[in-house]
């Protein structure tokens, strides 16, 4: 990009549409060529030409928008003038609440310096590797592809998604943070990384499948069968899912329907059923699948690992959000199931299944509780640099007070989000499971509440704009679609609240009075 000065007087000699050049934040560009393909015709620039734009630009354009034809257009800077700089792969931002505390200066008992590094090169990777992609992506539906899994596989993007534990040993981590030194924080950064594209489709077609599938794989597979699975899944080079989920049977666990019986010859299950709602079917290689293998109920459940074999369909579902997530129907039509692929004991697949939640609940919690802060980072800059009736929307009493809610909403989750984190830091898997399934509940209602707040007030401060799937409120509006996502599954809001409190009467003391 060229650095070449030029004075305003300078400028306003090209004004022609034979000769165009506007001025944004500094920045001198010639738009004479570019006039004829801009999407919002080329009346409306030539209107701008010899003129500073810069007001005019982001009342229509977004930063990325900037971001995607500087390199092109860039002819030069304004003599005098505070040239803004581009935002760099990995950086922070610094909008008021757009950040966790300890990122914006907020002394913190949960970080040190490793989660900095960790961030910052964990981010820049995404700013880098999807980010510039990732509406085109979410708005055409794509999956993500096998190539870019074996890239993202291969860069540890899955491997520090994960709890902590001896699968990092294989793996350089991000901001080359020691496998000894990562915990549950660096991989709650990973997640929020993840979720803060501003694309949920995407996002959870980036591995979400795999993030509550393969912890089945380290904790209750036999040896040979870890061995197989792990390190594929991880390296990208296999995909993999969880399917709980029937069209009968979604947060009522114990009422699924798909079966699973021995064959004559002992050697293999036989499984029949369907599971729906099951994020990254459309494309993954295994399936970790709850069956019955006894009586109905909870304890005639088990959980297999299928492989994508003769006599699996997969058929995708059209949801509110992307494609892009590959969101499947899966029918399951005499499909044989070596008995080796038993994931724990047989008929006890329910407490596997238990023990799995605490850690996918807590992931949703995080993901949710980042695509909060995202709108609450969109709503402040709209606010700042929207007019109406001749003054910034910020000046309006109606809307501070909007953004108010949300900040104070996404900060109060988010405190207790940390709090939960470090218990899983300090408690060794005994105590987790025996102290944190309620907390963790509650947090996962309170967090999807706040995005329920956030993104009702997010719409009022975009306005139509939030209804519109392109342009400034792009953001907010696939995220109004998405927010019932959370919501539901993992276990409907209602359910979380009855456990939440189902767990606290258990230690309610028995002599407590008024």
Same mark, same amino acid.
């Given at each position: 990009?060229?650095? =070449?000065?030029? =004075?305003?007087?300078?400028?306003?000699?090209?004004?022609?549409?034979?000769?165009?050049?506007?001025?944004?934040?500094?920045?001198?560009?010639?738009?004479?060529?570019?006039?004829?393909?801009?999407?919002?015709?080329?009346?409306?620039?030539?209107?701008?030409?010899?003129?500073? *734009?810069?007001?005019?630009?982001?009342?229509?354009?977004?930063?990325?928008?900037?971001?995607?034809?500087?390199?092109?257009?860039?002819?030069?800077?304004?003599?005098?003038?505070?040239?803004?700089?581009?935002?760099?792969?990995?950086?922070?931002?610094?909008?008021?609440?757009?950040?966790?505390?300890?990122?914006?200066?907020? +002394?913190?008992?949960?970080?040190?310096?490793?989660?900095?590094?960790?961030?910052?090169?964990?981010?820049?990777?995404?700013?880098?590797?999807?980010?510039?992609?990732?509406?085109?992506?979410?708005?055409?539906?794509?999956?993500?592809?096998?190539?870019?899994?074996?890239?993202?596989?291969?860069?540890?993007?899955?491997?520090?998604?994960?709890?902590?534990?001896?699968?990092?040993? +294989?793996?350089?981590?991000?901001?080359?943070?020691?496998?000894?030194?990562?915990?549950?924080?660096?991989?709650?950064?990973?997640?929020?990384?993840?979720?803060?594209?501003?694309?949920?489709?995407?996002?959870?077609?980036?591995?979400?499948?795999?993030?509550? *599938?393969?912890?089945?794989?380290?904790?209750?597979?036999?040896?040979?069968?870890?061995?197989?699975?792990?390190?594929?899944?991880?390296?990208?080079?296999?995909?993999?899912?969880?399917?709980? =989920?029937?069209?009968?049977?979604?947060?009522?666990?114990?009422?699924?329907?798909?079966?699973?019986?021995?064959?004559?010859?002992?050697k293999f299950y036989i499984v029949n059923g369907t599971k729906k709602w099951i994020?990254?079917?459309?494309?993954?290689?295994?399936?970790?699948?709850?069956?019955?293998?006894?009586?109905?109920?909870?304890?005639?459940?088990?959980?297999?690992?299928?492989?994508?074999?003769?006599?699996?369909?997969?058929?995708?579902?059209? =949801?509110?959000?992307?494609?892009?997530?590959?969101?499947?129907?899966?029918?399951?039509?005499?499909?044989?199931?070596?008995?080796?692929?038993?994931?724990?004991?047989?008929?006890?697949?329910?407490?596997?299944?238990?023990?799995?939640?605490?850690?996918?609940?807590?992931?949703?919690?995080?993901?949710?509780?980042?695509?909060?802060?995202?709108?609450?980072?969109?709503?402040?800059?709209? *606010?700042?640099?929207?007019?109406?009736?001749?003054?910034?929307?910020?000046?309006?009493?109606?809307?501070?007070?909007?953004?108010?809610?949300?900040?104070?909403?996404?900060?109060?989750?988010?405190?207790?989000?940390?709090?939960?984190? +470090?218990?899983?830091?300090?408690?060794?898997?005994?105590?987790?499971?025996?102290?944190?399934?309620?907390?963790?509940?509650?947090?996962?209602?309170?967090?999807?509440?706040?995005?329920?707040?956030?993104?009702?007030?997010?719409?009022?401060?975009?306005?139509?704009?939030?209804?519109?799937?392109?342009?400034?409120?792009?953001?907010?509006?696939?995220?109004?679609?998405?927010?019932?996502?959370?919501?539901?599954?993992?276990?409907?809001?209602?359910?979380?609240?009855?456990?939440?409190?189902?767990?606290?009467?258990?230690?309610?003391? *028995?002599?407590?009075?008024?």
């Amino acid at each position: 990009m060229s650095e =070449t000065q030029y =004075t305003l007087e300078e400028v306003k000699k090209h004004n022609t549409p034979a000769d165009c050049w506007i001025v944004v934040d500094g920045r001198v560009l010639d738009v004479t060529k570019f006039a004829r393909m801009h999407p919002g015709g080329q009346l409306i620039l030539q209107e701008m030409g010899g003129k500073d *734009a810069s007001e005019e630009f982001w009342t229509y354009h977004r930063m990325e928008i900037l971001q995607k034809y500087v390199p092109r257009l860039q002819i030069g800077v304004l003599k005098g003038a505070s040239v803004i700089p581009l935002p760099q792969p990995g950086q922070l931002s610094q909008v008021p609440y757009s950040e966790l505390p300890v990122d914006l200066g907020f +002394h913190s008992p949960y970080f040190n310096e490793s989660h900095a590094r960790f961030r910052k090169a964990f981010r820049a990777f995404l700013d880098t590797e999807i980010a510039p992609h990732a509406a085109a992506w979410e708005d055409a539906g794509k999956e993500p592809s096998a190539e870019l899994f074996k890239k993202l596989g291969q860069a540890s993007f899955f491997a520090c998604r994960m709890a902590p534990g001896p699968h990092l040993k +294989h793996f350089k981590l991000f901001g080359d943070v020691k496998p000894e030194e990562f915990d549950y924080f660096h991989e709650l950064i990973a997640h929020e990384e993840v979720f803060r594209l501003g694309c949920p489709g995407l996002s959870d077609g980036l591995g979400s499948g795999l993030m509550i *599938a393969v912890p089945t794989i380290v904790n209750f597979a036999k040896p040979a069968l870890r061995e197989k699975v792990l390190m594929p899944c991880l390296l990208g080079e296999k995909r993999i899912c969880l399917a709980i =989920t029937e069209p009968v049977a979604g947060s009522d666990v114990a009422g699924i329907r798909t079966t699973a019986r021995k064959s004559e010859c002992g050697k293999f299950y036989i499984v029949n059923g369907t599971k729906k709602w099951i994020t990254n079917a459309t494309f993954c290689d295994f399936f970790v699948t709850a069956v019955v293998t006894g009586n109905k109920g909870i304890g005639g459940m088990s959980l297999l690992l299928i492989e994508k074999s003769e006599g699996l369909k997969i058929e995708p579902i059209k =949801t509110s959000y992307s494609p892009a997530a590959g969101t499947g129907y899966l029918v399951f039509e005499n499909v044989k199931v070596p008995v080796e692929n038993l994931l724990g004991e047989e008929n006890k697949g329910f407490r596997c299944i238990m023990q799995n939640f605490n850690h996918e609940r807590w992931i949703i919690a995080v993901a949710t509780n980042r695509q909060s802060r995202v709108l609450l980072e969109e709503s402040f800059k709209w *606010a700042n640099q929207r007019k109406v009736f001749g003054r910034p929307l910020i000046d309006q009493p109606v809307i501070r007070n909007k953004l108010a809610r949300m900040t104070a909403a996404v900060e109060s989750s988010n405190a207790w989000l940390e709090l939960i984190t +470090h218990q899983l830091c300090v408690m060794d898997f005994a105590e987790q499971q025996a102290k944190l399934a309620g907390p963790i509940a509650l947090l996962k209602f309170n967090v999807t509440r706040t995005m329920h707040i956030v993104v009702d007030e997010a719409n009022q401060i975009f306005g139509g704009r939030a209804i519109s799937r392109l342009g400034m409120g792009q953001v907010v509006e696939r995220m109004s679609r998405a927010q019932k996502f959370a919501a539901i599954y993992g276990g409907s809001e209602e359910i979380m609240a009855d456990l939440g409190i189902k767990q606290a009467i258990k230690s309610f003391p *028995a002599h407590s009075r008024l």
